[in-house]
């Protein structure tokens, strides 16, 4: 379909947002990364009163100005992309989206509070330009470590959330309305307040009975910090370990992806795609 | 005394109640959860002041509703087991017991408080649908590693509220009632609230003095709280590892439960029930 | 000096306030237990109001009771042993004159605060009477892994409060009075509440600036509790496969304490006083 | 250029200043650690209101004597270092220079408050006299496994202010300015206060759906400390093992340090300096 010409920028528009390792890749990442950045700078000064007023202006049309920004890089990586469908389903083809539309509808309905906001969340797409899960392969033991210990802290949180649930209803029976535990889920969310030892003070117990038991729920809190603590820290010793003995496991991985699939984490040398085959070096 | 077919009724129903491999008792159990579930959020909703004036007939239909199928079940769990004296006066019987009858009493003595956040212990019984013991099996380490220092941080705990009753006697004579310091159990609270990092901050210390001595309480809280973590951690360790050596551990449990005296975790294979030597295949 | 008759009593005396171990041993121990555990309560008690008002002269009646019980007790400890005078200056000694003395002060000068006060210090003879030490004895890789990561905890506390010093001058300078940062103490107070996570609130920085260093300093908080947690979680480990590498170590401990030194912790079996060289069967 | 005599002076100079171990170089460093101490205590004292009007001129001739000590001191540290440029260019140069510079300042343009409180930085010269480096030399696995754990820890608290701004920005929309959650910069500075469990309780989440994140927050934030711990465990567990088995690490450090280049750290019975390759024991 494309003509042979198309075909090469097509390639080379791809070569630039994908891949990492190119000069002008490079240049692309450093660039989207500092608008991003800019970005989330913009919506956090721009939900502050007196900063709105003086600067409005100036703020509206830096906002117009990321907003085209990563529209063009949107339509960019659909058009580069063979399978754009898969893209545009994909969870960072959703966060671009998100990332362009709120300025867009704010022209036909107004600054609607909600979709300004919306846009912090194009913080997630740092996570793409930092390849941060390539960076954590270093240290891939950790995120190992906590995927073995994940059932057991759920189980560990479970726990914490039921004696979370029947202190919070004991201390809605002592304390009462009068000092601020008004129901139960308020009372429930004052024993996750507790237990976690964040305490805020915005409630707080003052019958002696509510003061002792309220001892008891901190002491709890205190001592259970030591379970997820000690499931992670043992089971990152072993990870640690078992890497140290299985050597063979030093695969060199490059910063490659594929054009067709979009596959990425290629073995060094590669020559074909290991998720589709399509050829790696041979566009 | 039972007719063979009555018999077979309740074997039937007892598999239902008492198993969770059947399709049946799959069912049940997922059920009861619904059920559990539901009685708490709506024994919540009803402490809320606001929801209880709204939907006050809703929400105490529902609850009648719920009361109603714990009787049965309640019930239908005493007529299946062989000792249901036993059941009665075991942990479960007692819990499933208090979580029928607060709605029956309310009804002679009308709608007390306290009774109607009784409910709330019905959370308890979730323990049982999920077997989270059986659940936990499979992080056995957890649990051994918490009994084995159990001790110790016993010695911890104790050591904790100590120095917590010393400190705050002492923050009572430097402090006194001017800055909310109004008595040695309120000094020792304030320091149990310091020493476990929680800082509720409703009693403070004001005077210099008061500061320098409550800087040396947080900086021993902060210190010391590395100790039960340390323990446990060390602990979950050892455990870790002498799971590993002793491969020949691995003794697989089924779910089946005794009907004669309830007892679960049977081993595979197992013909007889091991602590009453009931035939668990025959019944 | 002493008739044999009353060397006989003063042994035997000696027996039932030093050991443990025989019938009258225990017994004692026990009673002090609770005559300890019994004063301390009428402290609180008697520090909160209500309570002093409506129950004084029981409390005052009971005070007295155990007063003179503490001072017969003081007394014979004085008589029984070989040196009382290093008694009398012991740890042990001086905490035993001050559990006794404070309610004869206030025959003189009235009840003073500070006195009744003072004698939450009768706590501390708790220590004795359980042994904690030798209890902790079953436990003793804890003693040994906090022993072994004092010097690096104290020079980790010691980093922690330059840095508070340091944060807390800067916090002062961008907060200032008016916020509540009053003064450089206060300001390094707040840094110490920020720091070990407690985060009371009576003082919290209002200006973007301020919220920002404070952020800066709850993560490093957040982040250096990993640091004694970490030493104390590794040496714990270290002590305990060194325990388990020489089995050697298990060398029984007697409850005997040498009636001429006072030292504890004899081996079994043991004929001498490891000590002063007392013979321990024999006096 | 210098005469033998003035040639003499200057080396004796060098070894009291810059040398530990000779009677008058630890004369030395008591005298500047004393100094130090006392000129830390007097800032922080001046900054109390209360205590400066009374003892304004005692403060400030105190303040006076210790400036000019510092100055002498750092005077006679550029005359003693052969290459005194690079001296004044270094981080302890600076440091030394505004420990002396504010007072004088002070002259000029009255005691502005920010130059008063710049002298605390005189804290940071204590590290030199303690050589804090070298006897934390001692314990330098845990330097390491801290630098060990640097990337991942880096990796981490980055994880953790993405999660903060999101959860932050959600908190803005729910809550509003009306709880208190005026803009997206505060609601994300009470986001890190409640991960990092320190919870001021200056603003706290309002309505129930507010408290419902806040819950999730404060739980996230009580299992994520469980990561930082776990690494720094596992890494130092990891230091002490690996120098346990390299024995041939234990090599000596002198403290001399060499007088052409101040490096530190040259090891027992090292001739030349390793840095510059001035003789050591030959000035």
Known sequence: MDTPKKQYWKTKLHDIIYEAETPAGKLFDVVLLITIITSIILVMLESVNSIDIKYHNFLNISEWIITILFSI???????????????????????DLLSTVPKYISLIFGGVHALAALRAL??????????????????????????ASRAKISVFLFAVLIIAIILGTIMYLIEGEENGFSNIPK????CIVTLTTVGFGDIAPQTPLGQFIASLVMILGYGIIAVPTGIVSAEYSTQKK?????????VHLNSLSCVNCMAEKHKDGAQFCYKCGHNLHND
């Open 73 to 95: 890089e949107y339509i960019a990586r659909i058009i580069t992309v063979k399978k754009p469908f898969k893209y545009i389903t994909s969870f960072y083809g959703i966060i």
């Open 187 to 190: 009372s429930v969310y004052w």
């Open 122 to 147: 194009r913080l997630l797409r740092i996570f793409r330009i930092l390849k941060l899960a390539r960076y954590l392969g270093a240290s891939n033991n950790l995120v190992n470590a906590l995927k």
């Open 242 to 250: 078992s890497k140290k003995e299985s050597k063979n496991q030093k």
